[in-house]
């Protein structure tokens, strides 16, 4: 096999694993996982055919599910995923985070790209129930309070009646939250109703909640588990097409769309 071709077949390999996770996590539509790893339907639609034989996924009109029950995707497949629009993401909800603000800040790779950009901070407080996030800003001159609860060994997120007591004692300038699924009425989906919960309690004691979630987050559907969010509360997407804002906007939520 030449060097060329050696690289293209680990390439393909690469995105099936995306394709998988991306089903794992609720992303079903061949439009959707045509975006969200940045090729072809019809390409899709020859990667599904090839892990349907693999016996990986099983087909369904329009797209594909998993072979089983919904698996949450792990932190370390997610943070190869949409790498460019987390990044988009979290830039942009940066500024947002002003001097003496007390935040919080979830578990997951979208919003470990925005603490990238609050590092330098000094006069600043971050609650948070990741510990990833809590390892990035354990050098840096943030004050930094990481929630107690059960690890996630998916997300490395904190969750379950541990943190429910700790968020409910604490009232926060803004609550950057994470999500497997994001819809205009339920709000966030997540994997477990712990998980949910944890989102809930943290929005409900924060002056202003921003849900950060690239495109394909919008596309889900098929997770266990939904936190509903207090109304006005503001979607930060990558996602650009109005069929796909608007109905965000009716509810009442405050869409930024930042797009390549």
């Known amino acids: 096999m030449s060097q060329a ?10 995105r099936l694993r995306e394709i998988v996770g991306l089903l794992r996590s609720g992303v079903t539509r061949v439009e959707d996982l045509a975006v969200a790893v940045e090729v072809s339907e019809s390409t899709i639609r020859r990667d ?11 087909r369904t009109y329009g797209g594909a599910r998993p072979s089983g029950p919904y698996r949450e995707t792990r932190l ?13 993401v979290g830039a942009a909800v940066a500024p947002w985070v002003e001097e003496g603000s007390t935040i919080f800040v979830d578990a997951g790779s979208t919003c470990s790209r925005l603490v990238e950009h609050l590092r330098d901070r000094r006069d600043l407080t971050v609650i948070t129930r990741g510990l990833e996030i809590g390892l ?10 990481v ?38 009425s339920r709000g966030v989906g997540e994997p477990t109703f ?5 989102k809930e309690v943290a929005a409900r004691h924060a002056g202003r909640t921003v849900v950060l979630a690239h495109a394909a987050k919008l596309a889900v559907d098929a997770v266990p588990a939904w936190a509903q969010l207090p109304p006005g509360w ?7 097409r109005a069929a796909r804002l608007d109905p965000f906007r009716h509810e009442g939520v405050h869409v930024v769309s930042v797009p390549d």
């Open 147 to 184: 929630v107690g609860g059960e690890v996630s060994t998916s997300s490395h997120g904190l969750a379950g009646a541990l943190t429910l007591f700790t968020l409910e004692r604490f009232a926060v300038d803004l609550a950057f939250l994470g999500c497997d699924a994001v819809q205009p």
């Open 194 to 198: 712990e998980e949910a919960a944890t």
């Open 5 to 14: 071709s050696g690289a293209a077949h680990h390439n393909r390999r690469q």
């Open 76 to 88: 370390g497949e997610r943070m190869r995923i949409e790498v460019a629009a987390k990044t988009r």
């Open 234 to 240: 503001t979607l930060v997407t990558d996602e650009a």
């Open 48 to 58: 599904l055919a090839a892990l349907e034989a693999e016996g990986h996924i099983d």
């Open 136 to 145: 990035m800003l354990a050098d840096s001159p943030v004050r930094v309070l």
